[in-house]
């Protein structure tokens, strides 16, 4: 059972066993906001019928299925570390300019649910 945690990881870090690496998940993000006041807001509610799809930054879940990789790594009963890495492509990566958004990653919660 690998026991080492991996607090430090990074977007470099090795994605196999020995690193602990347990799953991923894609975003692809908006960037930033370049139009008027408002424009990037996201509506509060939205018409019964508006079919329409979701604002771009209309807030999300991901679900990771890790399951076989927490049984190896987790001991029941133990405290455990979750470590999210978020990685941004370098060449998407330029500096923004100061008007716009540029905290776009916002991790609110991270739930872990198991079952017998």
């Known amino acids: ?3 080492e945690r991996r607090p430090g990881a990074t977007a470099e870090t090795p994605t196999d066993d020995d690193h602990r690496y347990a799953g991923s998940f894609w975003v692809f993000g ?19 019928f508006d079919f329409r799809p979701e604002h771009q930054l209309t807030e999300t879940s991901y679900r990771v299925i890790v399951t076989g990789k927490f049984r190896e ?11 999210v890495v978020p990685y941004v492509r370098p060449e998407a990566a330029e ?3 100061a008007n716009l958004v540029t905290d776009v990653l916002h991790i609110q919660r991270v739930d872990v649910l198991t079952y017998q």
């Open 30 to 48: 908006h960037g930033g906001c370049a139009g008027d006041e408002g424009h990037c807001d996201v509506p509060g509610s939205r018409r019964r």
């Open 73 to 83: 790594m987790v001991t029941p009963g133990e405290p455990f570390t979750v470590t």
């Open 1 to 3: 059972m690998l026991t």
């Open 95 to 97: 500096p923004l300019p």
